[in-house]
């Protein structure tokens, strides 16, 4: 099974601010990414697949990036909405998620 | 209006069984593949299963297998997931996602989902 490492587990931060998630799999798996925000009480939304591609409606200000075996999550300009929990997912074999990152106010 | 609800949770005790359904409307849904995730409370995102559109490839969590049964009526616009044996580690909030065409891709579209609470 392909296991996913996010860090940090938790992140403070500001309106305005620039964020970056960091997302590890345990072996490679090409650009077989998404990225997913999760409000509380709230279904997971995709923000972003194949690792830099943006999901329809998604704002500009995130950004994947990564290949192989690490990817990076970026909000630039940390809005209020996006204060949230965000899970990589790998679809290269069925899928798995990492454990989350919690952004939260500082 | 594109969804997906699913339905059939509720309290159930250790050792029985229960059956989750799913309904997708607003898409063609024999066009993609579907899964399962579930989420324990106050924890991460767990991928449970997933079949093909065409039902011919499936696969499951290591957690779950030779306990659940993924399976899809595509006539019904419906996707299923039979659990057996349940115990405490499969309380959870379950989500049905739509995915890609193959079993792999990922997942575009959530269910609202449906609590599922083993207990005694």
């Known amino acids: 099974d392909i296991q996913m490492t996010q860090s940090p587990s938790t992140l403070s931060a500001s309106v305005g601010d620039r964020v970056t998630i960091t997302c590890r799999a345990s072996?490679?798996?090409?650009?077989?990414l998404a990225w997913y925000q999760q409000r509380p009480g709230k279904a997971p939304k995709l923000l972003i697949f194949?690792?830099?591609s943006l999901q329809s409606g998604v704002p500009s200000r995130f950004t994947g990036s990564g290949s192989g075996t690490e990817f990076t999550l970026t909000i630039t300009s940390l809005q209020p909405d996006d204060f949230a929990t965000y899970y990589c997912?790998?679809?290269?074999?069925?899928?798995?998620f990492g454990q989350g990152t919690k952004v939260e106010i500082k | 209006e594109v969804q997906l609800v699913e339905s059939g949770g509720g309290w159930v005790q250790p050792g029985r069984s229960l059956r989750l359904s799913c309904v997708g409307s607003?898409?063609?849904?024999?066009?993609?593949?579907m899964h399962w995730v579930r989420q324990a409370p106050g924890k991460g995102l767990e991928w449970v299963s997933g079949?093909?559109?065409?039902?011919?490839?499936?696969g499951y969590a290591d957690s779950v297998k030779g306990r659940f049964t993924i399976s899809r009526d595509n006539a019904k616009n419906s996707l299923y997931l039979q659990m057996n044996s349940l115990g405490g580690e499969d309380t959870a909030f379950y989500y049905c996602?739509?995915?890609?065409?193959?079993?792999?891709?990922?997942?575009?579209?959530w269910g609202q989902g449906t609590m599922v609470t083993v207990s005694s």
């Open positions: 072996q490679s798996i090409s650009s077989w």
């Open positions: 996602a739509k995915g890609d065409l193959l079993v792999t891709g990922p997942f575009d579209m």
């Open positions: 079949i093909s559109w065409n039902s011919n490839r499936i």
């Open positions: 997912q790998q679809y290269t074999h069925y899928a798995s």
């Open positions: 607003g898409f063609t849904f024999d066009d993609y593949a």
């Open positions: 194949k690792a830099s």
